[in-house]
């Protein structure tokens, strides 16, 4: 996993070529290394309210569904953040935060202009509200859509937080995909 942060404020990471078991693995290291790094905590069930703008960490979940994903990638995927969202471990790292809740939403993404929110924002404040997103986030149909822009997954998520109406300690900008960018603008633009 490689790291970058764009305009001091947001934190993009990207996966290099991954194995299917060390694929499900990252979602959930994933997740809980995001949530350690911003001192989160995790809670939702329900799309956030201006009472709940207040959060811990912003977290876009911007997965490739280009059809460099084959199907069962895409599922292995899709399963393995569904399992980091009920997960115990990943529960206790968002207790952890200041705030004690994240907003997370969770999006994907193919060609330059092919984006899709599958969950909108939701704020995560308890275990019940993590795996209410977990089973809509299990109940929403796989897609594929054509090409692979990278720079275009990033360019949505940024728009995604600065219209959030968040107001979060922490963004950041969880890419996750299997090909290279071809299709929009270079990636390195996207993240600057």
Same mark, same amino acid.
């Given at each position: ?8 404020? +947001? ?19 994933? /997740?809980?290394? %995001? ?10 069930n ?8 207040? @959060?811990? /960490?912003?977290?876009? /979940?911007?997965?490739?569904?280009? !059809?460099?994903?084959?199907?069962d ?7 393995? !953040? $569904?399992?980091? !969202?009920?997960?115990p471990?990943?529960h206790?790292a968002?207790?952890? =935060?200041?705030? =004690?809740? %994240?907003? @997370?939403? +969770? ?10 929110? %599958? ?8 275990? =019940? ?17 054509? +090409?692979?822009?990278?720079?275009? #997954?990033?360019?949505? #998520?940024?728009?995604q ?10 963004? @950041?900008?969880? $890419?996750? =995909? ?15």
């Open positions: 996993m490689v790291a970058f942060a764009a305009e001091c404020r +947001y934190e993009i990471y990207l996966d290099e070529a991954l194995t299917e078991r060390e694929l499900a693995m990252l979602s959930v290291l994933r /997740l809980m290394t %995001i949530l350690m790094l911003a001192g989160g905590t995790l809670l939702l329900r799309e956030a309210t201006p009472a709940e703008t207040r @959060v811990d /960490l912003a977290l876009v /979940l911007a997965v490739d569904v280009s !059809f460099s994903m084959e199907p990638e895409q599922e292995l995927q899709r399963h393995g !953040f $569904v399992e980091a !969202f009920q997960s471990e990943v206790q968002i207790r952890q =935060g200041v705030l =004690g809740r %994240i907003a @997370v939403i +969770y999006v994907e993404w193919s060609g330059a202009f092919d984006q899709e929110i %599958i969950v909108p924002w939701t704020v995560i404040a308890q275990p =019940g509200d993590s795996q209410a997103f977990a089973e809509r986030l299990l109940q929403s149909p796989l897609h594929s859509m054509n +090409y692979t822009s990278i720079s275009g #997954g990033i360019d949505f #998520g940024v728009r937080l600065r219209q959030s109406g968040l107001q979060a300690d922490r963004q @950041v900008i969880d $890419v996750s =995909g299997d090909g290279a960018n071809d299709s929009g603008r270079t990636v390195t633009l996207a993240r600057v």
